[in-house]
Antibody
Framework: EVHLVESGGSLVQPGGSLRLSCAASGFTFTKYWMNWVRQAPGKGLEWVANVNQDGRGKYYVDSVKGRFIISRDNVKNSLYLQMDSLRAEDTAIYYC?????WGQGTLVIVSS | DIVMTQTPLSSPVTLGQPASISCRSSQSLVHSDGNTYLSWLQQRPGQPPRVLIYKVSNRFSGVPDRFSGSGAGTDFTLKISRVEAEDVGIYYC????????FGQGTKLEI
């Protein structure tokens, strides 16, 4: 059975940092591009970033460029999102997704 | 950036009747590898999204066959042959041909 389990979400002050993790199991992690997608409260889905299979190709939505870094560990079957200089508008549920597989999400709240 | 536009944004439906959602992309979704990376996702109230259809017309494992996807290039459609109560939720189209982007979502309500 496929599992994508996100962790690391919490309440953080504006300007702060968080590192999200996503543990994958039940599918061949190394075959897939992996994505972070977020959903602000009451809003639609927004693609945030993705990384190719070997971890060298990384792409971001303009609003997070220079602040977020996506990475993966193909030995640990894990995906990460380092988020720095957080803003109120980064408040959202962050989902890890690969191919047709999605996690349950982790909540990030940026507030003073 | 590829902009995805869904219509309608809200769709009142009757149980047992068909429903259809359209999605148009601002440029062709045909990838250089020949595939078209257009998916349809369902998000039930209080739940994470789940993939129903991938690469335009492929039904994901466990998805009822009343859901079908079609289209090519820039125009795509999700059809539900007979709406059931459990189909209530928001439906999104998503492209992964160039980075990633989603439609605004279509709220399906009985």
């Amino acid at each position: 059975e496929v599992h994508l389990v996100e962790s690391g979400g919490s309440l953080v002050q504006p300007g702060g940092s968080l590192r999200l993790s996503c543990a994958a199991s039940g599918f061949t992690f190394t075959k897939y591009w992996m994505n972070w997608v977020r959903q602000a409260p009451g809003k639609g889905l927004e693609w945030v970033a993705n990384v190719n299979q070997d971890g060298r190709g990384k792409y971001y939505v303009d609003s997070v460029k220079g602040r977020f870094i996506i990475s993966r560990d193909n030995v640990k079957n894990s995906l990460y999102l380092q988020m720095d200089s957080l803003r109120a508008e980064d408040t959202a549920i962050y989902y890890c997704a690969g191919g047709e597989y999605w996690g349950q999400g982790t909540l990030v709240i940026v507030s003073s | 950036d590829i902009v995805m536009t869904q219509t309608p944004l809200s769709s009142p439906v009757t149980l047992g009747q068909p429903a259809s959602i359209s999605c148009r992309s601002s440029q062709s979704l045909v990838h250089s590898d020949g595939n078209t990376y257009l998916s349809w996702l369902q998000q039930r109230p209080g739940q994470p999204p789940r993939v129903l259809i991938y690469k335009v017309s492929n039904r994901f494992s466990g998805v009822p066959d009343r859901f079908s996807g079609s289209g090519a290039g820039t125009d795509f459609t999700l059809k539900i042959s007979r709406v059931e109560a459990e189909d209530v939720g928001i439906y999104y189209c998503m492209q992964a041909t160039l980075l990633g982007s989603f439609g605004q979502g279509t709220k399906l309500e009985i």
